[in-house]
């Protein structure tokens, strides 16, 4: 291929020789790596090849037996060329061996291996690619699921009878392409450039993007945000006990009635987390927010409004170093009228490294809707969109009780 390579890793030189093989050591356990090499032939540079890998954690076994299976890490490596973009994945738990691969929500292929490389990519983009796995729940709580829904009378006849019996796990990566074929290009990092470390003369600043103020980010500075939305305007009321016990039956709930969007304040709950370096001093804090709940009567008059506490949602700062932080969220939080009332809840760990790298993986209800978007938090750059899942129909909301499989997802960069 070459007669003379160059290896950088997150930017710098660590080696040049012209043998094809080389071996980084003394690294950090659990920890992404950026590297790009450059190849050369006769002393012209013809090739830039990027890759990006996760060194292991050393208490990976031991979480993989304590956890679901579709809870488990799914390490996932990405080798970037020119004009590809090849995946390599373990294997994932799946009934019939049959992966479906996704780039930006439009669907690539299925494929029956455990890698795929796309060769319709173009230079210097951003493409989130996602693989999906199917499972069919265990006998025992499929049992569960249908006295549940004998016992409490909960209509499923528009349901998609595959979400509700079926675990579903998504694995994605965000990706960067090679901008150009040069020098330059070997230093930098294949970062989007929402995560990357913002240089700017500004020290201070009251201008504020929706809601965050913009001081310039001169040390890296990272917004996570988790949000849960109902995409309608109104959904029917799935509780015939609490209809019941207010003698008001065909009562709805107010939604948020928007799509995706990482600046919208209308939500069901919303959890902003954020990871500072500024003047090497670590720190990790985060803003928990709920939304008012609105019950409208047949007639669309207004019955009750109120909302819920934010003590449901749980934030667990694991680490917090010089190079990475680690935390864990929690969410139980549901409708504050009436006990009877399913919760929404959904789990997430996340880690996210100085270099602007970052892992999630956790589950949540099949309902509402789920969002999540990463960025630079001071400044004005929009965020990254990390994860999103939109329910098919207002059905959907029966997935809320429970019992009902989870959504399994993890993305990293």
Known sequence: MG?????????????????????????????????????????????????????????LNKKKQEEHV?????????????????????????????????????????VNSTSYTDTTVKNGEDYLYEIVAKKEVSAKQKKQIEEYI??????????????????IKTVGKLVETVKELSEEELTTLDIPEELQKQKSSKKD???????????????????????????????????????????????????????????????????????TWWYNDPELFYDRFVGES???????????????????????KD????TKMMWRV??????????SYPNITYYYEATVYKNGNFSIRGSHDKAPNHEIYAGNAYTDLRPLTVYTYAVSSTADFAYLFPGTPQKYFEVSM
Request: aromatic share 14%.
């Open 70 to 110: 579709y809870a488990q890490e799914t390490d996932i490596v990405t080798t970037i060329g020119q004009d590809y973009v090849t995946l390599e994945w373990e294997p994932i738990a799946d009934d019939d061996g049959i992966y479906e691969v996704y780039r930006d929500g439009e669907f690539l292929a299925s």
């Open 319 to 322: 680490l917090v170093s010089s």
């Open 330 to 339: 929690n969410h139980d939080v549901g409708v504050p009228f009436h006990s």
């Open 150 to 167: 004998k016992n409490n009378q909960v209509d499923i006849s528009e349901l998609d009878k595959e979400q509700l019996f079926k675990d």
């Open 294 to 316: 609105v019950l409208y009567d047949s007639k669309g008059n207004v019955l009750l409004r109120g909302t819920a506490s934010p003590n449901g949602i749980k934030v667990t």
């Open 3 to 59: 007669d003379y390579y160059k290896v950088y890793r997150d930017g710098k030189k660590i080696w040049e020789g012209s043998k094809e093989e080389f071996v980084d050591n003394n690294l950090e356990p659990d920890y992404y790596y950026n590297y790009k090499i450059g190849v050369y032939k006769n002393n012209k540079l013809i090739d830039i090849i990027s890759h990006k890998v996760k060194t292991k954690d050393k208490n």
């Open 205 to 275: 600043s009251n201008v504020k993007i929706a809601g965050i103020p913009d001081i310039g980010a001169e040390y890296p500075a990272y917004i996570f945000r988790y949000t849960t939305f109902i995409p309608y305007a109104k959904v029917d009321n799935p509780n015939a006990i609490h209809e019941g016990i207010l003698g008001e039956y065909g009562t709805q709930l107010k939604g948020d009635n928007r799509g995706f969007d990482p600046f919208s304040n209308k939500y069901r709950t919303r959890v902003d987390v954020y990871t």
